[in-house]
Nanobody, 117 residues
Framework: QVQLVESGGGLVQAGGSLRLSCAAR????????MNWYRQDPEKERELVAS???????YYADSVKGRFTISRDNGMMTMYLQMNSLKPEDTAVYYC???????????WGQGTQVTVSS
């Protein structure tokens, strides 16, 4: 059984920063690309950023220059450093990790990020 455990969400004022973490826990973990998604109740789920096992990163246009994704393969942990936060960044943030062999993905439980104006 593999679980993705997220942490680091919270309430912050506009212009502030938060750092999200996503740790894979379990046995026989084999994952490739890791992702951060977010979802606001009034919007569709949005892919925020991705990072391959080799460290290649992708960012949505809405967060480029403000968010930085990284991962520690040894610790099976992914991070999302979020700077210059805006009220429109408010959402539940989910991490996911693709399973090796294209066998689907693991998902975290989500962490709330709220940015006040």
């Amino acid at each position: 059984q593999v679980q993705l455990v997220e942490s680091g969400g919270g309430l912050v004022q506009a212009g502030g920063s938060l750092r999200l973490s996503c740790a894979a826990r379990g046995s026989a973990i084999c994952i490739t690309t890791m992702n951060w998604y977010r979802q606001d109740p009034e919007k569709e789920r949005e892919l925020v950023a991705s990072i391959t096992s080799g460290g290649t990163a992708y960012y949505a246009d809405s967060v480029k220059g403000r968010f930085t994704i990284s991962r520690d393969n040894g610790m099976m942990t992914m991070y999302l450093q979020m700077n210059s936060l805006k009220p429109e960044d408010t959402a539940v943030y989910y991490c996911s990790a693709a399973r090796c062999g294209s066998r689907g993905a693991y998902w975290g439980q989500g962490t709330q990020v709220t940015v006040s104006s």
